[in-house]
């Protein structure tokens, strides 16, 4: 590798940390971000499992799949419009640097939004409940992958061109909420029927889910290698798809 | 001599090709390096999609661009190390402050970080901001967020700057600096597009212009040579006393006055034989006992070059009075 191209490598990934780096002390305190990113999560949660007699550690793998999910997928769909509707948006499309490495820094800001809420309910598991973790490092290796993975599955909703947070909302809560109830985290794989449970295998949070299930239970319905290999392809997916959409916003000049 | 931007055959249709929007319309210009290139047009012109295309936040339907002899299409990262956006809405981010913005803008730009700081400092002292370098810029006013927006773009040291209405909406003061600064930065090197609906601004400040009507460019070359071309809007402009401002009509009835604007305790009177017509004037005056407190010859300005190039020229509108009779050509009103 040449010289200009380690250089050119080094400088877009200094400036996908930029961008991410900006958008956490921008946006981390917006009112949608915490409605959508922060609370919802904890509001489901406990929705679906307070009456229900499950164990703690079944729930900390359920509390940790929905907030990398919910979290990380909420970064994008708010970030973006509301960039879009201040003008800045342009001043990064217009910058020195591919749009793969504007992405880059988008799911960062997401991903680095999922870790930092998943703390709260691993260390209240873990040093209230007594929880033990089956297998800490699968646990950190997933919850990095799948907050990645629905980082970038936000971007797809932020790829939308509109400038309003309320027109990609519908359309995210659309697709997000009928995969919370397929993808086995309040109904196990196993109990599934056999047709339900062929859609979760559609769904990346099942994969998310089982890894959790692995990491935290020491057991689970997949193989853990699956998981793993699987939630980087869904990142990679999610983010060629969302830069076809930033490509055809340009050719469109929408947004 | 290599251009600075060279634009061939450049078109846009938002929407599907047969059935969208023609928005810009096989235009062709090239701007020279280190001059100031003036683009207007009325609203709706296809200024801002031209703009937005060469700034590469739209992608072209057909043509081509070059900039610094770089296919903006094919290789566009060296010509954006080498740009500055300056877009008409203050693009900055209102939750960080002063330097907080100067730095983001530095380190997307990858300014060596040894010399970040000081060329923050150096552009907030420029800009009188630096009193505020720590307040967040939700608390500033509009013309800070604008000497701000422009520090951000310039950063880096642009060789070629892009700005889109740099100064409507500020204050005598600050649309000056903003001024003063373009041209400094045009005399150092730096290669300056600027869209404006402001026509007196493009008129000072640039070397050539190009006006853009329709979708097409409708004219492009120096501003005095666009007024040169245009001579038939050459005006009188005359103040009488007593009851000035009553005197429109009559004005307008002279023989050699094709329309008469009211500006302001003054009559303009556009004339393509302005002598004839400070005779005819002078004649009028005199007939009614009129005292003339003021009496001047004016060529074409651009304004009235770019009314004239955009069909709206200049007397279109008619003068209303109180019974509302058709009057002759007549513009401007007020009385």
Redesign the interface.
Known sequence: MTFRWRQRIL?EL??AW??AV?DV??YYLKAPMIMFGLLLPFFLFFSFSVRRQIGAEVGLTRLLALTTFFTASSAGPVIIPLERR???Y?????????LATLLLGKTLVGAFFALATSIAPLLVGVLVMRVVVANAGLLLVGVVLASLAFSAFGLLFGSIPTRSVGSIMMPSTLVRWPLLFISGIFIPLAEMAPWTRALAYLSPLTYAQDLMNHAVLGTGDLNPWLDLALLPVVLLVFLVLAARMH?RS????AG | MEHAIEVNNLTKVYGRPGSGVLAVDHVGFEVRRGEIFGFLGPNGAGKTTTQRMLTTLLEPTEGRITIFGHDLARNAYPVKRQMGLVPEESNVYAELSAWDNLMFTAQLYRVPRRERAARAQELLETFGLWEKRDVKVENFSKGMRRRLSIAMAIIHRPALLFLDEPTPGLDAQSGRAIRDLIRQMNAEGTTVFLTTHQIEEANQLCGRVAIINHGRIAAIDTPERLKAAFRRVQSVEVALEPDGGAHGEPLAALPRATTSVKMGDKWRLYTEDPSALLSQVMAYANSRKLRVVSLSTLGPSLEDVFLEITGQQVGTVHHETPDDKPKRRMRGGGQ
């Open positions: 400088d200094a400036q930029a961008v900006k002390r921008v201040s003008g800045t342009d001043r990064l499309l217009a910058a020195p640097m591919s490509h340009l050719v469109l000049g």
